[in-house]
């Protein structure tokens, strides 16, 4: 493949310009060619609406990759597979398990997948289980699991699988979408989960530690300690990539630290934002 990648980011927390609307949620469009996929599909059926508002377009769609099993990731699912009926699905087997997060109150709340499209996923002949390192479409990968080396890194909160909020869930669906460019690798990470370190060494060691040219997208440092926060700019400054562009999960704190350290490289991912990036 030798078109240039064009990303496109169709629903997240912030909204660039008029015309697209915002949600919790992320959702990223790439575009080589006549080749495209989806990157997760924001909470609702809103990815929709913003790709219609930006010229783009469904029925070419190759994938939907789902980067993990909560809702604002997978909640417009329904609505793009309605829309790219031929679209193949990529996800972990464990984003289709029940997911919840403790509230303040101490009582969970469902936070998964919603259930007739998780309910529909398993029997589907579309679908790839995505456990460990695939090509979605030629150049194009997927992580599958994430092994979780640092000891500093964790899940980013309370997340568990059952309603009783007794059995944590160590989230092992959480993976990333990575493809190689002759400046270095792309890597769209949805929440960084499995800890932005853990997934960026993870994908080096599958590359043959290729540099990084971008990292796109959600990096779950909201409540990270300043340990954390220290040893992830070290790692930043180590792997010194030519574009970050961080959102959705990332935190404002987070988010002001990496635009402070790295404030020549950092870019906006909101609604609307369009990254070139070059041909592999």
Known sequence: MSDPWVITVLVENSVQRAGLQAEHGLAVHLQAGDRAVLFDTGQTGLVLRNAAALGLHWD???????SHGHYDHTGGLAAVRAAAPHARRFLHPAALAPKFSRGPDGAGRYIGMPRPAAQALVNDPAVTWTPSPVEVIPGLFLTGAI??????EDTGGDFFLD????????LEDDQALFFDTREGLVILLGCGHSGVINTVEHIRRLTGRRPIHTLLGGLHLLRASAERMRRTLA?????QPRQIAAGHCTGL????RLWSEFP???LPCAVGSRLAVPAP
């Open 60 to 66: 070419g769609l190759d994938a939907i990759v789902l």
């Open 147 to 152: 092994p979780r080396n640092t000891g500093f």
């Open 163 to 170: 309603p009783a909020c007794t059995r944590p869930d160590p």
């Open 235 to 239: 790692a930043f400054h180590d792997w």
């Open 253 to 256: 704190p987070a988010l002001a």
């Open 264 to 266: 020549a490289r950092c």
